[in-house]
């Protein structure tokens, strides 16, 4: 048996924060890999390989990246890596690694499933439920498959696992799949440190939308509500910082609605750069469909920017305390009205961004690793024996 704080923990999750589609749940995977070695886990990172990125490669903090595979390949390589022979890891994926004393299998949408094959105790990472993104990214007989997958087979397949996730929400959401809610642990996100000088505020209304741009995180919602404003503001900017896939298509529509000089499409940015940008920012916009947390909203907060957002994306009820620290909307008229409600009104906006750097303060790196540090060790074979939970 192994004693907790000294085990083979083994993330499989599809990306890396090096991916360049990476986003908030590698951040938090990244975190709380690092807080598991900083306690004495031996801990490795399976994921998709990409770009120049090595195929491994070990980080500062001691978490081992394994990359194999493609966006979809990965999780048949998750599969054979842990299959391939007695020493598990070792024959596929370099030098030999062992087999992992506890997985955290990572379900972003599609799961590795990897209850069905391995011997080991296996906990459920689950940031968010892709109902609604489906359809949006695939076609109808795709989103048919891929929901069918995540609602009743994944459901099925880790049954008797521990589950973890970032916000009330999805655990409520989780919950109604038929997720037994004593076996859902909330480890929420904690939110980045704050790193550079402050930066004023910009002389002219300006908003920032922070992620990756792909067709579910509808900035097409933002454009039309600068363009609106802009007819009553004319000095009126949008950043839209990130890049993806998505970029070309919301560049024509800014040119379609006529804003071209009021939007600044930024790519990626530095953590340097993000600062400035949060600061300067009046307000954070985040029209996402759907989100298991809200970092962003957490991270404009610490800078003291309040955020708009939609209530029904979910995990960003978590993240802001609604009419507080920011506003949540219902439909896209609200959004508009709330935005420009919030850059009129120069008291009230302040107000909410000093609420909000006092609210970001509740959610520490620290504390997000210790409590999934908590789950993790419950878990290992040590604490849990490894008949409990496996597939008959």
């Known amino acids: 048996m192994t004693d907790a704080g000294n085990g083979h923990v083994l993330f499989l999750n599809w990306r ?54 493609g966006r979809h390949t990965v999780y048949l390589f998750a599969a054979l890596l842990y299959l391939s022979g007695a020493v598990g890891l070792g024959a596929l994926a370099g030098r030999r690694l062992g087999r992992p004393d506890l997985i955290v299998d990572v379900c972003n949408g599609m799961p590795f499933l990897s209850r069905l094959y391995a011997r080991r105790p296996v906990i459920a990472l689950v940031h968010h439920v892709h109902r609604e993104q489906w359809p949006v990214v695939f076609g109808p007989r795709v989103a048919r498959v891929g929901w069918w997958i995540e609602s009743r087979l994944a459901v099925r397949v880790y049954r008797r696992c521990r589950y973890i996730t970032v916000s009330e929400s999805t655990r409520g959401e989780l919950a109604e799949l038929g997720v037994d809610p004593e076996r859902i642990t909330v480890v929420h996100n904690g939110t980045p ?57 919301l560049r024509r529509l800014a040119a379609d609605l006529g804003i071209e000089d009021r939007v600044r499409f930024a790519g990626f940015v530095t953590e340097a750069h993000k600062h400035e940008l949060l600061c300067g920012a009046w307000l954070l916009l985040l029209p996402s469909l759907k989100e298991g947390w809200g970092l962003t909203i957490v991270e404009a907060g610490a800078r003291s920017t309040p955020s708009v957002a939609f209530r029904s994306a979910g995990g960003v009820a978590d993240a802001m305390s609604n009419g507080e620290t920011g506003v949540l909307v219902d439909d896209e008229f609200e959004f508009f009205r709330a935005i420009r409600s919030l850059v009129l009104d120069g008291r009230r906006r302040t107000e909410m961004g000093t ?19 908590r789950v993790v060790d419950e878990h290992l074979p040590a604490a849990q024996p490894l008949a409990d939970q496996r597939v008959p």
Not at 199 to 225: C, D, I, N, Q, Y
Not at 357 to 366: E, H, L, V
């Open 16 to 69: 890396d924060t090096k991916h360049p589609e990476g986003g908030g749940s590698e951040v938090y995977l990244e975190r709380v890999a690092a807080e598991l070695a900083g306690r004495g886990h031996r801990v490795t990172l399976l994921c998709q390989a990409h770009g120049t990125a090595p195929a491994e490669e070990t980080t500062p903090q001691g978490v081992r990246i394994v990359r194999r595979g």
């Open 355 to 373: 609420a909000a750097a006092a609210y970001s303060q509740r959610f520490t790196w620290a504390m997000t690793g210790a409590n999934f540090a």
């Open 193 to 249: 440190e704050v790193v550079g000088p402050a930066v004023a505020r910009t002389p002219h209304p300006s908003l920032v939308v922070l992620g990756r741009l792909v067709p579910h995180k509808r900035v097409e919602l933002a454009l039309r509500a600068t363009a609106l404003l802009a007819t009553e503001l004319p000095t009126l900017e949008l950043v839209v910082a990130g890049q993806g896939w998505w970029d070309e298509p």
